[in-house]
């Protein structure tokens, strides 16, 4: 973690408690002042989303649970981030008669492959969430899992933390 602003002196500390403390003159400084706190957490959670920090990560991804299915998902290629381009590709073949019934069957074996993919994915993560947090609720993590697959893993928020191919530790 890096220190972006020198320590404000014990006289300026003072002045902005005090200032935060002081009730607003004007119903517009009010919206001002909640206008500069909700960019405060904006700032803090956009910053999260690239470090992984769980503390400032939204509520939909905070927690042990969903930073392990995270870098399950992070540390495996998979053919279902691929699907998007893939299935445009395959849209733009189906269009020129010649080659329309290329793109149909690859439209429908990459589909097929992605489904069987997250199949054996999700129940591999369920066996490893069971073993791993043993009595703790893993609802929502399917979804969530699924939906990270889809994404290609360079726009993933928050940011994949480990490289392919990495051996998760055990704690978490």
Same mark, same amino acid.
């Given at each position: 973690?890096t220190?972006?602003?020198?320590?404000p002196?014990?006289?300026?500390?003072?002045?902005?408690?005090k200032?935060?403390?002081k009730?607003?003159?004007?119903r517009?400084?009010?919206?001002q002042?909640?206008r500069?706190a909700?960019q405060?957490?904006?700032?803090?959670?956009?910053e999260?989303?690239?470090?992984?920090?769980?503390?400032?990560?939204?509520l939909?991804?905070?927690?042990?649970?969903?930073?392990f299915?995270?870098?399950?998902?992070d540390?495996?290629?998979?053919?279902? +981030?691929?699907? /998007?381009?893939i299935? @445009?590709?395959t849209?733009i073949?189906t269009m $020129? *008669?010649?080659?329309? &019934?290329?793109g149909?069957l690859?439209?429908m074996?990459?589909?097929?492959i992605?489904?069987v993919e +997250?199949?054996? /994915?999700?129940?591999g @993560?369920k066996k490893?969430?069971?073993?791993? $947090? *043993?009595?703790?609720? &893993?609802?929502?993590?399917?979804?969530?899992?699924?939906?990270?697959?889809?994404q290609?893993?360079r726009f993933?928020?928050p940011?994949?933390?480990?490289?392919?191919?990495?051996e998760l530790?055990?704690k978490y």
């Amino acid at each position: 973690m890096t220190k972006e602003n020198p320590t404000p002196s014990r006289k300026e500390a003072e002045a902005a408690r005090k200032k935060a403390l002081k009730p607003p003159m004007t119903r517009k400084e009010q919206a001002q002042r909640d206008r500069e706190a909700r960019q405060r957490i904006r700032q803090r959670q956009q910053e999260a989303l690239r470090t992984g920090e769980d503390k400032f990560l939204p509520l939909r991804d905070r927690g042990p649970l969903k930073r392990f299915a995270r870098d399950y998902v992070d540390r495996r290629r998979l053919v279902a +981030e691929y699907l /998007l381009p893939i299935l @445009l590709f395959t849209f733009i073949l189906t269009m $020129f *008669p010649q080659f329309a &019934t290329v793109g149909m069957l690859a439209w429908m074996t990459a589909t097929l492959i992605a489904v069987v993919e +997250e199949i054996f /994915l999700i129940r591999g @993560l369920k066996k490893e969430l069971a073993r791993r $947090f *043993p009595g703790q609720s &893993t609802k929502g993590i399917t979804l969530y899992t699924v939906l990270r697959t889809t994404q290609l893993r360079r726009f993933r928020l928050p940011h994949a933390q480990v490289k392919r191919f990495e051996e998760l530790p055990e704690k978490y």
